[in-house]
């Protein structure tokens, strides 16, 4: 009956992640071998698209056999359209071992429309705008692909949404559409044209993305799990980890981490990882709710994780302006402090339940031989690292333009010698959950089991950091080095050990390499298909100007309070993410809300970096995988588990209480973000932000080193919010500037550092018409020594002052820092001379207390709670 049941659960769980992935189509024979033949043909296309195969090509043969950007997300939405077509049913009475006439009809129509973009594109260059009673056809048949493609991958709610837009582009201004939001209207033909003719909607930002790196790190992800570090990430963490209090929950959470690494998908991340753990973390005391939830908020941090997180990464490279390297430095330290916390919320519910740890092997270990054992495993993982990364910045000042031969050689030897060393250690098998266990891994055989995984990670960190490559194509060069690491490691082994099956290990690795570029591009199907749908809300917004009208209804709410605002947004954005994949609600919600937040923060008073919101609304969208009704994260742990998804979902929910708090701190604490923070001040940021981070989770789960009485949960959450943003007790003691009268601004102006910045409270008359007049605070970055009435109007800042008033003028383009001067100014209506738009207010910053100074009193609040604590347990805390 349990095999029964196990069977059935795996099933189940397969099912899950088919039906969210890759399709869960199940076919045979010819149709089987075709879908599998498109898939890595898919895959071959981007690692084609990715190189300098190309051009070497056309220049040795003289045949054009470049594709550009465009054609290229043609091509890209073309191979996702049929293999949706192929993967997944239309239906859920659609036969599920054959495809059907009509998948066959749809997939064509999809291809064709994709196909005809590349066929004709100089034709359609010649007469943009102007489009043919042919373009509007093929126009059509490609956005009822993009819709139906959607229902089959992602299910019906972004299909409602992307037609809730488009009737909105062609009935807005029809009356059964609210006043507040009527637009003109657009014709057919304009419409068609800017989906899908052009690169606003369909092909647009988004899409571009998904062809030129997303499809890359989800191929090299998957072709790292199927060499075997999945299995090698869960056994490190169990061998570090699994021998303490509550160990397999702990394990868990770590090796959801480093599987995020390499996987941008929360639900496969819980199937992955949680067959393995949720039946450990129930067999040392955990229930099955918690089991679930431990599994759920682990998993779906990873998208937090970078370098993928969940391919939000590389829009937010797009959306926000920066490199892909800002976005990694502004999102990993929330990641880290994300899991750390999760992890001591772990050992705070090992220690309400007294749980036992799992056998170590060897035997018991005093603290002190613990600790070293960790110290080994993470100086086995660190020292290599280094080694390579300053050995490969030594080959780049010494070999200069032969560097990239230097490298391949250095990582030829490291990877020979880490193989040797695993040759000589028992290959890492898969356990089986339901088995008893007995003992847990050894640290150091584990560890150097499979270090060699890490050299391609190795190679993308060198390729982003060192040689500041494009992430596309650091993840092309990864995913070479781990191509090559595929089809050597099975052969070389059997040297090494002198076993013998050379061929078989040849094979084997032929074998992986196929699995893993087919299961690569069946992962990208829906992540391709959302950011095509998406294209078509993006593309309304630009159309229609619906951002602002959404924004204004968002703003009224709120009543232009800015916590009013976040709250709003945050509840948009999980509402959205409830039917929406992580990918499709971040661009719907980054394109309605990001410039009404950055907006509202400036009439506050408060400058918000455009990296902080954008991450702000990120976070959000992914906790739709855990929250009930719809968390299909926590749907897939359940059934694991056996238990509730709904209280499963909700456990989850609880622990990622965490996750919720993070975003409010980015807009007000930016310092988190390591945004104008040097190395020093990042060591201390991290210190005291992971200090705070833990007490935070003490305080809401009830339990420090003691269960919690209701006031020191209260004073835990203080000193907690003390010590995340000791600022907001400065300022209701200081203000933070002190305010200079407008006339005096070009004195200010001259007498300012050069690439400093000047903050200004701006008053006018709106440009809607209205009667309130509107207020925004702006910096205006100056650059060099030129003067003050210079460097302002250098900065886009042109002045006049009359009867005593700083008057504005409408800024003109100088350069990017007038550019966000207009942007900033653009609601203002520059032409009413009764009502001129005026400075009111400049703002230096005060000189006050260092805010630090209130960490004194918020942890001699920590050391009286604790002390009581500790006199009410006799439980150690560790």
């Known amino acids: 009956m349990n095999n029964q049941n196990g069977?059935?659960?795996?099933?189940?769980?397969?099912?899950?992640?088919?039906?969210?992935?890759?399709?869960?189509?199940?076919?045979?024979?010819?149709?089987?071998?075709?879908?599998?033949?498109?898939?890595?043909?898919?895959?071959?296309?981007?690692?084609?698209?990715?190189?300098?195969?190309?051009?070497?090509?056309?220049?040795?043969?003289?045949l054009q056999v470049v594709f550009n950007s465009d054609n290229a997300r043609a091509v890209h939405l073309a191979f996702a359209f049929v293999l949706a077509a192929l993967s997944y049913p239309l239906f859920k009475s659609s036969p599920r071992d054959r495809v059907p006439w009509y998948d066959w009809i749809l997939a064509f129509l999809g291809v064709i429309s994709c196909c005809y973009l590349i066929l004709f594109e100089y034709e359609i260059a010649q007469r943009a705008g102007l489009p043919t009673e042919v373009d509007l056809l093929i126009s059509t048949l490609g956005i009822f692909s993009v819709l139906i493609c959607t229902y089959r991958a992602l299910g019906l709610p972004l299909v409602i949404i992307a037609l809730v837009f488009l009737t909105y582009v062609f009935f807005g201004h029809q009356a059964f559409i609210p006043e507040v939001i009527q637009w003109k209207g657009g014709s057919y033909g304009k419409a068609m044209w800017h989906f899908w003719m052009q690169t606003e909607g369909v092909f647009g930002v988004a899409l571009s993305v998904s062809t030129s790196m997303v499809f890359l790190f989800v191929l090299f992800g998957s072709l790292l799990d199927k060499a075997g570090a999945g299995n090698y990430l869960i056994k490190v963490s169990f061998a570090l980890l699994g021998h303490l209090r509550g160990g397999p929950a702990k394990a868990a959470v770590i090796s959801s981490a480093m599987t995020g690494l390499i996987s941008g998908s929360s639900i496969a991340n819980v199937v992955?990882?949680?067959?393995?753990?949720?039946?450990?973390?129930?067999?040392?005391?955990?229930?099955?709710?918690?089991?679930?939830?431990?599994?759920?908020?682990?998993?779906?941090?990873?998208?937090?994780?970078?370098?993928?997180?969940?391919?939000?990464?590389?829009?937010?490279?797009?959306?926000?302006?920066?490199?892909?390297?800002?976005?990694?430095?502004?999102?990993?330290?929330?990641?880290?402090?994300?899991?750390?916390?999760?992890?001591?919320?772990?050992?705070?519910?090992?220690?309400?339940?007294?749980?036992?740890?799992?056998?170590?092997?060897?035997?018991?270990?005093?603290?002190?031989?613990?600790?070293i054992g960790l110290l080994t495993g993470f100086l086995s993982i660190a020292i290599p690292a280094a080694m390579v990364y300053y050995s490969l910045g030594w080959t780049k000042r010494v070999f200069g333009e032969f560097t990239f031969y230097a490298v391949c050689i250095l990582f030829l030897v490291a990877y020979i010698v880490l193989l040797i060393v695993a040759a000589r250690l028992p290959e890492l098998e898969m356990d089986d959950p339901n088995s008893p266990v007995t003992s847990l891994p050894e640290i150091r055989p584990t560890i150097l089991s499979g270090l060699y995984f890490l050299l391609p990670i190795i190679v993308l960190v060198w390729c982003l950091m060192v040689e500041r490559l494009s992430p596309g194509l650091s993840a092309y060069w990864a995913t070479i080095a781990m191509l090559f690491i595929l089809i050597t490691q099975h052969p070389l082994k059997a040297i090494f050990r002198k076993s013998g099956g050379l061929s078989t290990g040849l094979t084997r690795g032929l074998s992986e390499i196929l699995e893993g570029l087919i299961a690569g591009a069946r992962n990208m199907i829906g992540i391709a298909i959302a950011t095509g749908a998406a294209g078509i809300i993006v593309g309304t917004i630009s159309l229609t100007g619906a951002h602002q009208v959404v924004g204004d209804f968002i703003?009224?709410?709120?009543?232009?309070?800015?916590?009013?605002?976040?709250?709003?947004?945050?509840?948009?954005?999980l509402v959205l993410g409830m039917g929406l994949p992580t990918t499709a609600n971040y661009i719907v919600v980054s394109s309605l809300m990001s410039s009404v937040l950055l907006k509202v923060a400036a009439q506050n008073g408060l400058i918000v970096p455009p990296i902080a919101v954008h991450l702000f609304i990120f976070y959000f969208g992914i906790m739709a995988d855990v929250t009930p009704p719809v968390g299909l994260a926590s749907f897939a742990a359940a059934a694991i588990s056996g238990s509730n998804p709904i209280n499963t979902g909700f456990t989850a929910f609880y622990y990622s209480l965490r996750t919720v708090a993070l975003p409010f701190l980015f807009i007000f604490n930016t310092d988190l973000l390591l945004i104008d923070v040097t190395s020093v001040e990042a060591v201390f940021v991290f210190i005291v932000a992971t200090g705070a981070m833990l007490l935070f989770a003490a305080g809401t789960?009830?339990?420090?080193?003691?269960?919690?009485?209701?006031?020191?949960?209260?004073?835990?959450?203080?000193?907690?919010f003390t010590l995340f943003r000791p600022g907001f007790w400065l300022d209701l003691i200081e203000d933070p500037f002190e305010k200079i009268e407008p006339v005096h601004i070009v004195e200010i102006a001259n007498k300012i550092p050069e690439n400093s910045d000047l903050r200004l409270v701006i008053k006018g008359p709106k440009l809607d018409g209205s009667d309130s007049a509107a207020y925004t605070t702006i910096v205006v970055p100056l650059g060099a020594d030129a003067g003050g009435e210079d460097r302002l109007k250098n900065a886009g800042i042109l002045v006049r002052i009359e009867d005593g008033i700083v008057k504005l003028d409408e800024p003109l383009q100088f350069g990017n820092s007038s550019n966000i001067t207009s942007r900033n100014l653009s609601d203002f209506d520059f032409y009413d001379k009764d009502n001129p738009v005026h400075i009111c207010e400049i703002h230096v910053k005060a000189s006050r207390i260092p805010k630090e100074i209130f960490y004194i009193p918020a942890l001699l609040l920590l050391w009286l709670v604790i002390s009581l604590q500790r006199r009410r347990t006799k439980l150690l805390a560790f």
């Open 7 to 62: 069977t059935s659960n795996a099933v189940d769980l397969e099912d899950l992640v088919a039906s969210t992935d890759t399709g869960n189509r199940v076919l045979v024979g010819f149709v089987a071998k075709l879908l599998a033949g498109l898939a890595l043909a898919w895959s071959l296309f981007q690692l084609y698209y990715a190189s300098n195969l190309p051009f070497t090509i056309s220049n040795i043969t003289g």
């Open 272 to 371: 992955t990882t949680g067959t393995f753990t949720i039946p450990l973390m129930k067999r040392v005391g955990f229930s099955g709710n918690k089991a679930g939830a431990v599994e759920v908020a682990s998993s779906v941090n990873g998208q937090i994780m970078p370098p993928v997180m969940g391919a939000a990464a590389f829009l937010m490279v797009e959306y926000v302006g920066v490199t892909y390297l800002e976005v990694v430095r502004h999102a990993i330290l929330p990641a880290l402090i994300s899991y750390i916390a999760l992890l001591y919320i772990v050992h705070l519910e090992a220690l309400k339940a007294d749980m036992t740890a799992l056998p170590k092997p060897g035997g018991p270990r005093s603290m002190l031989e613990t600790v």
């Open 555 to 573: 703003e009224f709410l709120s009543g232009g309070n800015l916590m009013a605002m976040l709250v709003l947004v945050a509840i948009f954005s």
């Open 701 to 720: 789960q009830g339990y420090f080193f003691a269960k919690n009485r209701l006031w020191e949960a209260i004073a835990l959450l203080l000193v907690a």
